[in-house]
């Protein structure tokens, strides 16, 4: 599986982003896909994941309430929508999916076989 991530760039504090992520081959659906994050001098930690169809998703704390992570299995893309954004959210936001068939939604990074490069996220104070 190959990720691309798409979508980062600069915004004001408050406002949105929408971030993509477009995979490669047929196994997509089967795939539970996720979103973390590193940001400048600080350690890499999860944002979001979601499930095979969209309908189960978990969230760091420190986003919950402020950003959606959905899917397009047709599409093979998922997306990671940010409202309400904070200086503190700036970071290279990495997409990312767990192996073939794993059922569980993880937050560890560990628990991810694929990552894709990167999007930097920008907010300005």
């Known amino acids: 599986v190959q990720l691309q991530a798409s979508g980062g760039g600069l915004v004001q504090a408050g406002g949105s982003l929408r971030l993509s992520c477009a995979a490669s081959g047929r196994t997509f659906s089967r795939h539970v896909m996720g979103w973390f994050r590193q940001g400048p001098g600080k350690e890499r930690e999860f944002v979001a994941a979601v499930g095979w169809s969209g309908g189960s998703t978990i969230y760091a704390d420190s986003v919950k309430g402020r950003f959606t992570i959905s899917r397009d299995n047709a599409k093979n893309t998922v997306y990671l929508q940010m409202n309400s954004l904070k200086p503190e959210d700036t970071a290279v936001y990495y997409c990312?999916?767990?192996?073939?068939?794993?059922?569980?939604?993880?937050?560890?990074?560990?628990?991810?076989?694929?990552w894709g490069q990167g999007t930097l996220v920008t907010v300005s104070s």
């Open positions: 990312v999916a767990a192996r073939f068939g794993r059922v569980r939604i993880g937050s560890t990074a560990d628990e991810y076989e694929y």
